[in-house]
């Protein structure tokens, strides 16, 4: 069951880490705009800290995540998690990655397959990650593969190849989008007879990953071209990742991965990380994490956006504020920041792994940056000191002398209409004999208050006095759940014979969203005007209030 510690100041909580379940910890701050910080710890954990992390645009409450050999899911806003460990060929050992297409179908794969001895194996759910079964591989040794210009190349037949890290898979969750629900895997791919090459790709399934009909080679005239952390998709259906060497590349596709572009955005960067993380706000702004050491001469995450394509971008914003290097010393500080732009509130949400904090270089923390919050940086592990999560060496025993240092351990990143997530693997247990990796889920939500519709009408007769009343359905996203609201009613200035609102006086917050309704009202002799009525929800440090616009009409 989780554990629920509501907190009214922000505080360093300590996680005791049993031997199964989920362990949930919110924390409510008090700030402006006021927010929760909630972690819930995965456990038992396993193996490898690289996760991804998923959200459902058809069933907003399902998030659901992919790791080592396992899925885990969640049905109340990530407030707690079912592991699923799965079986399979190859599945989820090496950079797992799952997304959820616009009609709910979550898919999930390796970042890395064998050919031909396994095909690169496509896993599939219909329910929000409650049962797995197969698709159809995207690759395998009777592949295909084909340049823009119509060139085709032979499929990989030698025993033993390797598909080349790092394979993402994303579905087009948007509705409105023409290839709503078609399935795209990004990735390094070895082709060619006696698999001699090795190429950047895209694979592309329009049937829910029954078949797999285009596998087009990108072969584009810049440096880096091949290397990226994530793929993106737009309402409009264009594809887009990003890359970068001394420059940054937008490279994009607006026919549905068939032929492709780019954008420069010249910057002129040294020691930059190769993968460069991407997303895209509702508004189709596209914002990216960069980490480089070119700009201050120590490393730190800037954000880049453009809301036009790659014709013009911003200049760099740095959002790190750790007066080191954040990534430590040389050889972490390729690991890629993860970012992701809530769909709703489009508060840009960035996260990193971070050694401000570090003894001899062996402990590390997750950091983040909030547009919407603001100030300083976001500390999302909750105790300083976790250590990195694969491949330790030397007895763990002390503090000082644990050493973690080796693994890739990405981070992911989602977003849903009422939080903002991020996974990572981490050890609760760094500094014992017994060293365990636990995949944790912080999970920011900046509560809101809304009503639709915002503004009514009232009709009265003149002369009789009769006005038919008129409701609006006011919305409470992310207060805190298990908690109750007080409702208020109001008016803004010149509120002499005014309508009024009437509705419930307090709400019982029973999941991440709650609706209520309020009907606005004309007084007994009422006058011809607009007036601006208020609803203020308080909870605890949560003081939010949203207008509702009532117009009076004699006729």
């Known amino acids: 069951m989780p554990i629920m510690n509501k907190i009214l100041v922000i505080l360093t909580v300590i996680l005791t880490i049993f031997t199964t379940g989920t362990l949930t910890v919110q ?30 645009p058809a ?76 698709a159809t591989p995207y690759d395998d040794n009777s592949t295909v593969w084909s340049y823009q210009n119509g060139t085709t190349v032979p499929p990989c037949n030698t025993s033993g190849s390797l598909l080349v890290d790092y394979a993402k898979i994303t579905a087009d969750s948007h509705t409105s989008s023409p290839n709503a629900n078609y399935v795209y895997v990004l990735g390094h791919f070895v082709v060619g007879a006696g698999c001699s090459m090795v190429v950047a790709g895209v694979a592309r399934s329009t049937d829910g990953g029954n078949t797999w009909g285009l596998h087009r080679i990108i072969s584009l005239p810049i440096a880096g071209w091949g290397a990226w952390e994530n793929l ?15 420059n940054l590349y937008l490279v994009y596709s607006t026919d549905a991965g068939s032929t492709w572009s780019f954008s420069k955005d010249t910057l002129n960067l040294t020691n930059a990380v190769q993968r460069v993380p991407l997303a895209i706000a509702s508004n189709s702004t596209i ?20 809301s036009n394509r790659g014709t013009s971008f911003s200049a760099p914003v740095a959002i790190s504020d750790a007066s080191s290097n954040p990534f430590g010393f040389t ?12 769909p709703v509130n489009s508060n840009v949400f960035v996260a990193w ?41 030397g007895s763990n025993t002390t503090g000082a002398n644990a050493n973690c240092n080796q693994g890739n351990d990405y981070l992911g990143s989602a977003s849903n209409n009422y939080s903002d997530f991020v996974i990572y693997g981490i050890d609760y247990n760094a500094y014992s004999s017994n060293p365990t990796v636990t995949q944790t889920v912080s999970r920011l939500t900046i509560p809101r208050i809304s009503a639709n519709p915002s503004t009514v009408i009232l009709n009265c007769s003149r002369g009789k006095h009769q006005c038919p009343s008129s409701n609006s359905t006011v919305t409470l996203t992310g207060y805190p759940t298990g908690t109750t609201a007080a409702i208020s009613y109001g008016c803004v200035s010149s509120c002499t014979n005014n309508p009024f609102l009437t509705g419930p006086s307090t709400v019982s917050v029973t999941g991440p969203a709650v609706s209520f ?39």
């Open 27 to 56: 924390i409510i701050h008090a700030a402006a705009p006021p927010y929760t910080l909630t972690n819930t710890a995965i456990y038992p954990g396993c193996c490898g800290g690289e996760a991804s992390i998923s959200t459902n």
């Open 353 to 393: 792994r971070d050694w401000r904090n570090s003894v001899n270089d062996t402990q590390i923390d997750v950091y983040a940056y909030s547009s919407l919050i603001g100030g300083s940086n976001l500390r999302l592990t909750p105790v300083t000191g976790y250590c990195r999560t694969l491949n330790y060496q």
């Open 331 to 342: 050889g972490r500080n390729w690991i890629a920041p993860t970012i992701t732009v809530n």
């Open 59 to 134: 069933s907003q409450s399902n998030v659901q995540a992919a790791y080592y050999n396992t899925m885990a899911y969640s049905n109340d806003n990530g407030g707690s998690f079912t592991q699923q460990p799965l079986t399979g060929p190859t599945f989820l050992r090496e950079d797992p990655y799952i997304s959820v297409g616009a009609n709910g179908t979550s898919y999930a794969i390796n970042g890395a397959c064998f050919l031909p001895t396994v095909a690169c194996q496509v896993s599939k759910s219909s329910n929000g990650g409650t049962n797995w079964s197969f």
């Open 232 to 246: 993106v998709i737009g309402s409009d259906g264009t594809l887009y990742y990003a890359t970068v060497d001394t």
């Open 287 to 306: 914002y990216f994490a960069v980490s480089t050491s070119g700009i201050t001469g120590h490393y730190q995450i800037y954000l880049i956006k453009t």
């Open 517 to 555: 309704v309020v009907t606005a009202k004309a007084p007994s002799r009422p006058v011809a005007g607009t007036w601006t009525l208020t609803v203020t929800a308080v909870d605890g440090s949560i003081n939010l209030t949203t207008q509702i616009q009532v117009q009076v009409i004699l006729s």
